[in-house]
């Protein structure tokens, strides 16, 4: 039987690859140039990529295009571990430290409990009606308006609710809009399934109503996506009048909307859902990942009341089975109010790193609130992200390059900086000041890297 044409073209660029025709590291074609080549479609080009891509042959950037594998440090950078030499100041999550053990005690108790058979079954596809009613508790408590149960979706985490709406909400070759610059995350489910992407662009408030209705009018997106709290990377929040006028947009154009509120919880006070505005056309993503722990992969997905029965059916089909015995343990935590408990402490945390951050890096441009996990560090002029993240690399500071979280393709001079990754204190405080040194310095300095 002969292979898809996709295959074929992979086949080729993977001999190229072997060959040394197409070096490691590397820019591949574009797709339209390869497939004028090969005599072939610019589509058929972008699945063999993506089959590439899942091999780990190659990786692809949007707004920059595709690479051949080189052990590039984004892999590095996630890492949440730190030996004695290394600093991480990029990866997004609670200071684990302080909730490990009573943790450890809560999935314990979970089953300590009563004794119930259906958290060792197959649940049905949208959950225990239980876990979802908590799920609801847990939104409702940072903004979202009370939504029937039968809405609440229990996913693997948000990446997974992500991933799902994409793949439901949209056809490969559609648009989505998302902030101009995003969470990386976002812009791998759509390079991996194909879909384009475009930047919005953003203001001390957001995503900016005038541009995404700019969009609309121009090329309509099958999907718009926004992080509206917190926002990763730049730590903007929308304000209540801009949540507003999103949703006004969304209705008007009549489009979906995919709101991502995974720090909501971190608001100095709760801030209404943008789905409270527009509930017939958004999807709100809310977990505990952030909250409390992200290896309890419980996540929360609300939808319109329209579109329920659609999602259960794709989780059905896909078996995604959110697992019964970990959301057993996230409704202990949420109904004891130890969730909450924790949410304060992390949210605490952040108060504080982020006060030292602002007196060592005092000097520097910053962006950040005063309850954020991270922050968004303008370079000093002699800087470029990409030079400054290697030169950091190797003085074992784990920084993130916008480079990452551009989503229109053009590159700013700013990295984002996590206060949280790092468990200790005095570490967290050695580790800037060890930034602020490199920051003052000249890339000559460090050319030997």
């Known amino acids: 039987m002969t292979p898809p044409k996709y295959i074929e073209i992979s086949n080729i660029i993977e001999n190229r690859i072997d060959l040394g025709q197409y070096a490691k590291g590397s820019k591949l074609p574009t797709h339209r140039a390869l497939a004028q080549e090969l005599d072939t479609t610019a589509v058929t080009?972008?699945?063999?990529?993506q089959t590439l891509a899942t091999a780990g042959k190659i990786e692809s950037f949007v707004g920059r295009g595709s690479f051949v594998f080189d052990d590039k440090p984004l892999s590095q950078v996630i890492r949440s571990g730190d030996a004695d030499n290394e600093f991480n100041l990029s990866i997004l999550q609670p200071c684990m430290s302080h909730n490990v053990k009573r943790l450890h005690h809560e999935f314990q108790n979970s089953f300590n409990q009563d004794f119930d058979a259906k958290l060792?079954?197959?649940?049905?596809?949208?959950?225990?009606?239980?876990?979802?009613?908590?799920?609801?508790?847990?939104?409702?408590?940072?903004?979202?308006?009370?939504?029937?149960v039968e809405q609440l979706h229990l996913t693997n985490g948000a990446q997974h609710g992500?991933?799902?709406?994409?793949?439901?909400?949209?056809?490969?070759?559609?648009?989505?809009?998302?902030?101009?610059?995003?969470?990386?995350?976002?812009?791998?489910i759509a390079n991996c399934l194909g879909r384009r992407v475009v930047g919005i662009q953003m203001d001390e408030s957001g995503m900016c109503p005038n541009?995404?209705?700019?969009?609309?009018?121009?090329?309509?997106?099958?999907?718009v996506i926004v992080v509206p709290s917190h926002q990763n990377p730049t730590a903007v929040t929308m304000p209540t009048l801009r949540r507003k006028q999103i949703a006004a947009t969304i209705l008007k154009y009549n489009a979906w909307l995919i709101e991502d509120d995974i720090y909501g919880f971190l608001n100095e006070t709760p801030l209404p859902a943008i789905s409270n505005f527009a509930p017939e056309n958004t999807f709100h993503i809310s977990s505990l990942s952030k909250a409390v722990s992200p290896g309890i992969r419980c996540g929360f997905l609300n939808s319109p009341v329209s579109q329920s029965k659609k999602i259960a059916a794709f989780l059905r089909a896909m078996v995604w089975l959110p697992s019964p015995l970990l959301f057993e343990t996230a409704s202990h935590l949420i109904e004891s109010g130890t969730a909450f408990?924790?949410?304060?402490?992390?949210?605490?945390?952040?108060?504080k790193r982020q006060k030292i951050a602002q007196q060592v890096l005092s000097q520097f441009e910053l962006n950040a609130q005063v309850t954020s996990y991270h922050l968004w560090l303008t370079l000093p002029g002699q800087w470029n992200a990409d030079s400054f993240c290697l030169a950091a690399k190797n003085q074992g500071l784990l920084v993130s390059s916008s480079t990452y979280f551009c989503a229109d393709g053009k590159p700013i001079d700013k990295v984002r900086l996590s206060v949280m990754a790092i468990d200790s204190e005095t570490r967290f405080t050695l580790a800037l000041k060890n930034l602020a040194q490199l920051l003052d310095t000249s890339p000559m300095q460090h050319s030997q890297f």
């Open 45 to 49: 080009v972008s699945k063999a990529y």
């Open 120 to 148: 060792y079954e197959y649940a049905e596809d949208s959950g225990l009606l239980k876990h979802r009613d908590i799920g609801r508790y847990w939104a409702v408590k940072y903004g979202l308006d009370m939504p029937k």
């Open 162 to 188: 992500l991933s799902t709406l994409i793949q439901l909400y949209t056809q490969a070759d559609d648009l989505i809009a998302v902030e101009a610059q995003t969470y990386p995350g976002i812009l791998s």
């Open 211 to 223: 541009d995404l209705a700019r969009q609309f009018q121009q090329e309509k997106p099958a999907l």
């Open 341 to 351: 408990k924790l949410a304060d402490q992390q949210k605490a945390i952040a108060i």
